[in-house]
């Protein structure tokens, strides 16, 4: 549960940065939740000793996690 509650946390206070950098109109709603959903499909694949390590190296923006991903 210690593990859950962690990830919200990151990826909540992340996903806020994300967003800021982002012109404020309809799209950084998109990005913001496009970001997260990015991170979830990547801390999925963890293993629960090596969430926290990787929620420490996560990508900062949406391109960045588009250039881990591929």
């Known amino acids: 549960m210690a593990d859950k509650q962690l990830v919200?946390?990151?990826l909540?206070?992340?996903a806020?940065?994300?967003s800021?950098?982002?012109?404020?109109d309809k799209t950084h709603i998109y990005y913001r939740f496009r970001w997260a959903n990015c991170q979830l499909g990547y801390l999925c694949w963890?293993?629960?000793?090596?969430?926290?390590?990787?929620?420490e190296?996560?990508?900062v923006t949406l391109?960045?996690?588009y250039e881990h991903v591929l």
């Open 46 to 55: 963890c293993f629960p000793g090596r969430i926290q390590h990787a929620l």
């Open 20 to 24: 800021a950098s982002v012109i404020h």
């Open 63 to 65: 391109d960045e996690t």
């Open 16 to 18: 806020e940065v994300v």
């Open 8 to 10: 919200i946390e990151v």
């Open 57 to 59: 190296e996560l990508p």
């Open 12 to 14: 909540t206070h992340k």
